[in-house]
């Protein structure tokens, strides 16, 4: 049996919605970060760096979003998260790449800058930066999505829910971004996942507000 260790609202988002939408059986284990649950002895057996998400087989273990959500669309090929056309390949790496180290390092200045610095006096000058650089790279992003439809176009994919956990991010507490307003084309994209039955049940076991 696959399990996925996640935090609601978390990075882990993606994944958890990948997996569903493989309509395959799998088994949750939900973490409060907020009380230290990636901390915990219990989950350190199982991913030594202490973060989410963790997907684990039998006794094989795998983290890092972005190398669950290939591993995911790869593992369901019947799910069709994952492109046939090579040029349609590169391009979900071009997208999960430009995610993985822009966006979420990004956001991490805003939620953890305490990972930049020692000096505390120095948190809210890195934290008011991590936001200006979201908002040039939301930017961007709203501007490669400006042809509507999903991020390959016609095709869904495994960067759609990945896009789906920044515009949550864009529109929480820590960004405060007036998404429908300022990225519209995006927020459509948002609206469209919304639809979707397995983001529906994400966002359910989640306990998160589905995009309106």
Known sequence: MTTLYYAPGACSLAAHIALEETGTEFETVRLDLARGDQRAAEYLAVNERGRVPALVEGDWVLTENTAILRHVARL?????????????????????????????????????????????????GIQ????????DLFTMTEVKLSNGGWALGERYSVVDPY????WTWGRGPALG???????????????????????RAVFAREGLQLPA
């Not at 519209?184 to 609206?191: D, I, K």
Request: charged content about 25%.
């Open 76 to 124: 369901h090929p019947a799910a069709a998260l994952w492109p046939d056309v090579p040029r349609d390949q590169a391009r979900v790496d071009e997208w999960l790449g430009w995610l993985s180290t822009g966006h979420h390092i990004a956001y991490a200045h805003i939620r953890r800058a305490e990972r930049y610095t020692n000096d505390e006096s120095a948190y809210p």
């Open 128 to 135: 008011a930066k991590g936001a200006e650089t979201c908002g």
């Open 163 to 166: 896009l789906l956990l920044f």
């Open 177 to 199: 971004f007036d998404m429908a307003e300022r990225f519209p084309a995006w927020t459509a994209h948002a609206r469209a996942m919304a639809q979707r039955p397995a983001v």
